[in-house]
């Protein structure tokens, strides 16, 4: 049996991780403590899992300590210490390569971070050629280690689609006007802007 921790590891809207981490656990591949990005987590843990899983928004780990250059500073010493820290324990480090940068912009130490992440994971696993080449090109990742696994499906999450006509007049919307529909959180690089002026 394989254990790991995976961050974040905060309640997800999102049912990408609880379909993930059941898929895995049909290989043997059981979801272990909650993962936290401190070293006595590691101390604590060494033995009962085998690998911490980072599966996005890495920046997020370094951006806690603060705004300011030195506090993202001082968070990335800290997180490569973390990282030294885990290898040292035999704790193996796999990063899900979702996004190549953060969605609202990154910085020159993102990408410093980034760059840590792919020298010291274990395994990066990616969704298409195009990320795993990111990943070799520009944070200096050895092709090796990088895996193009297909991103999950949402099979028997969401309900059927239901008819066009019967799902308007659910929501009293007249057939002929026209509709947009937005999905998940309304962030500044989804464009809803751009879409609702389009419409």
Known sequence: MITFSSWPNLPCENAYLSLYHRALAGYGIRLGPPCEIQDAFLRANAGRINAIHIQWAPEQIW??????????ARGLAGFWKYLRLARSLGIRVIWTLHDVEHHEGSGRLDEFGYRLLARRADLCIVHDEWAAEQFVQRFGGARERVCVMEHGNYDGVFPTAAPRAGTLAKFGIDPARRVLLCQGNIRPYKRFDLAIEAV
């Open 63 to 72: 951006r806690c300590r603060g705004s300011s250059a030195w506090a993202r």
